[in-house]
């Protein structure tokens, strides 16, 4: 798959994310998470069911072959990497590698892959605790938990710019202790303690962070 253009790699790597985060990788949720028009998004699956890196319908969206997650799993393991780099020995600001490392990951090789792992001293994860192996993020979503329950910040599943700057903000970073303190009926949103501080969270942005979940008493 050496050939695989950098964009149609960005586009297997955006199912994955969506994969990862229970969301059916719809013309419409593509083109949100890529920023592109939806008839882009249109062009570019027909060219990548051609090629037998995704299957499509319009029911379901489209899905990853056996070839396509081969592809993008190689590609993510760049990215995550390529985001160790830049936080890890750059030192640059934890929110914006994730874009960054977008431009990063297309120009990396096997011999330049196996280099980089071996200075980062082999992670597992990236900086926004995202495994670099082909396997699902741990943790199940903070929106799950009850009032009164928390756990540990595993992993976050939107790496967005603005999403990660928000969080750091909140201090919700990997490795951090939360906990659900208060939930808004009718789906409103989750009232969160994070390092002693109150937050108001969406329940949206709460699926999108996994937790290793414990009890915590009241």
Known sequence: MADVSA??????????????????????ELARELRVAPPSVLGMLARLKQRGLVTYSRGTGASLTDD????????????????RLLTDLLHLPWARVHEIACRFEHVIDDEVEGYLAEALDYPTTCPHGNP?????????PLA??????GGTLHCILDESAPVLEYLAGLGLRPGVAVEVREAAPFGGPLTVAVAGR??????????????APREVAA
């Open 132 to 140: 670099l192996a082909g396997v699902t993020p741990g943790g199940q």
């Open 198 to 211: 109150l937050h108001a969270l969406a329940r949206d942005m709460a699926r999108r962070l996994l937790v």
């Open 144 to 149: 799950a938990l009850n009032p009164g329950e």
């Open 7 to 28: 964009s149609a790699e960005e586009y297997l790597e955006a199912i994955c994310r969506l994969a990862d985060r229970g969301e059916a990788a719809t013309p419409t």
């Open 68 to 83: 396509g997650r081969a592809c993008a799993g190689r590609l993510r393991r760049r990215h995550r990497l390529a985001e």
